[in-house]
């Protein structure tokens, strides 16, 4: 019998050792040695995310993208010439053929404009509000847009801008203003003069509120418009002496710098002039509230 450890109360290292063994043996089955499991290959996941396909810019892309934004930030001034084709082979190692359609590009946008002969070469040119107005009215025909997208469009923007008018015109304007709406009142007895004074005027008035951007979009669809509504079926001489008073009110808010009435009268008038060329019956539609 083994003898105990006094003073620690414990058994000696061999007899834990003999008793350890037998526990071990006394348990159903449990194996003293446990065999290792054999470790599986991780299994990778394939991402299934695709990306599109890359393609690199042509080399006569890159040069129009940067004479595009040299002339846009004001480092090429408008009428200054850009380097001869040759220079601008030598300064970026493309060919002549890649320069000569980079500058074609340009043209295209309205930033280049090439003028022949001796002193000729590629003038840069900003863009106009010619060039915004193309633009917008390829979208509108492109777009095939009806006629009540146009005046809707009008009815938004022309009584904000006869309002900017009113605040910002010059005598200048003013003068202008008068001499349209002379120009209109002498025509009342010509249609098609008539319809090209109406024109004028309204994008004066535009031109006036000081707001390039919003000018160059009326002088867009105004076209348009006119050409939508110019015919005999929108028109009377009740109507176009309708439009003389209407106008010279609205004239006279703006000489005024009162911003509140020029933009009230404007809106009636082109409110009367939306609802008069869709109405069915014209002939009930006033154009001012006179």
């Given at each position: ?149 146009l005046h809707e469009t009008r009815e938004t923007l022309e009584p904000a801008l006869a309002r900017l008018a009113a605040v910002h015109r010059t005598e ?119």
């Open positions: 019998m083994p003898r105990t450890n006094a003073s620690k109360g414990t058994l000696p290292a061999r007899a834990r050792r003999e008793v350890s063994e037998k526990e071990t043996q006394a348990k159903p089955g449990k194996s003293l040695a446990t065999p290792e499991k054999e470790s599986a290959a991780p299994v990778r996941k394939t991402s299934a995310v695709l990306v599109n396909r890359i393609q690199a810019p042509k080399p006569h892309d890159l040069l129009a993208d940067q004479l595009r934004e040299a002339i846009l930030r004001g480092e090429i001034s408008e009428g200054e010439t850009l380097p001869p084709e040759r220079a601008l082979v030598e300064q970026t190692g493309l060919s002549r053929g890649a320069v000569r359609e980079a500058l074609r590009v340009l043209a295209v946008e309205g930033l280049v404009q090439t003028r022949p002969g001796r002193f000729g070469g590629n003038v840069v040119t900003l863009p106009g509000t010619e060039s915004m107005a193309n633009s917008i009215s390829q979208f509108v025909r492109g777009r095939q847009l009806p006629l009540r997208t200048e304007d003013v003068q202008t203003l008068t001499a349209l709406h002379d120009e209109l009142t002498a025509s009342v007895n010509n249609f098609q003069q008539f319809s090209q004074a109406n024109i004028k005027w309204h994008n004066a008035v535009a031109r006036a509120s000081g707001n390039e951007l919003l000018a160059g979009v009326l002088y867009a669809i105004s076209y348009g418009v006119a050409v939508s509504t110019t015919t005999e079926e929108y028109d009377t001489m009740d109507t176009r002496n309708q439009v003389i008073r209407i106008h010279s009110q609205i004239n006279a808010a703006i000489e005024a710098r009162n911003p509140d009435l020029a933009e009230k009268r404007m809106r009636q008038h082109i409110g009367a002039t939306h609802v008069r060329a869709t109405a069915s019956d014209t002939s009930h539609v006033p154009l001012s509230d006179d």
